[in-house]
């Protein structure tokens, strides 16, 4: 499959704008994060500079009060986005204090924004994620970050059937799902189609594409960035693959695709993330929006 992608990158590209077209529209989804508990994870991620497994320099904070949270959304809302996720680092919630600021803060963003209320807080069981939607959650984001081939690689503190279970769960508690992972860690091509496969089986709604942006002292911290037509030919087949989906580019776009990053709507997306990411900073959000307009798209 990848051997006729790799000979034929412009006609893969111009079918999954096609596909896109078709099933999206001339619509890009908007979202934006906030990084509302960051750094001390007890968790040995490869890529991810909150890991204590790290010596970083990564902003170390515990979870932030209700006031920051749902200003950051507001900001969002007045940016454009459609979405808003609030996102911690560590394999999962269990303080009832934490619970309480994350629950308290879904509820005040769904009765002072119109934003699509999501959080991504590591592995959760079903009672917990019910509990979620019950406060006003929308959806629940949870990355399987690469093939389950490849995990060993990348993770060795959970097993992947965990984050598996967790879209599961997720799905069975009645919320929207975004479930997606990182590209140009190391893996084959072979590996990131078995990724698309895995994702297939979950069917989750979203479907989050990440690409490596290397951090200083983890474990792939020298890992070569992506080819900018690599990480485009991803994205198209992505879009092939999962037809109706929403695909999301989100962190490590600009410094893979570089000058190439409005490719990535004509190459199949229909999302992205706008504003800094958990760790890294993104692109000025009116360059974002610029750069939607003069392809004749709009967001959401």
Partial sequence: MYRAIEDNLTDLISTADKIRRKFKGEKVKL????NAKSGMCDQDCAFCGQSSYHKTKT????????EAIVKSAMDAERNGAAEFSIVTSGKGINSR??????KRSIKRIKKETSLECCASLGVLNKDFLKELKDAGLDRYHH?????????????????YRENVDTIIAAKEAGLITCCGGIFGMGESQKQRIELA??????DPDSIPINFLNPVKNTKLENMSL??????LKIIATFRIIFPTKD???CGGREITLQSLQPMMLLAGANGMIIGDYLTTKGRNVQDDLDMIKDLGLHNE
């Fill in 31 to 34: 979202c934006s994060i906030i």
């Fill in 59 to 66: 902003p170390k904070y515990p979870m932030l009060d209700t």
């Fill in 97 to 102: 204090e934490e619970i309480g600021k994350i």
């Fill in 143 to 159: 990355n399987l970050e690469t093939s389950q081939s490849f995990f060993p690689q990348i993770c060795t503190t959970r097993p």
């Fill in 197 to 202: 496969m895995t994702l297939k089986e979950l």
């Fill in 226 to 231: 992506l080819k900018p037509l690599e990480a």
């Fill in 247 to 249: 695909i999301i580019i």
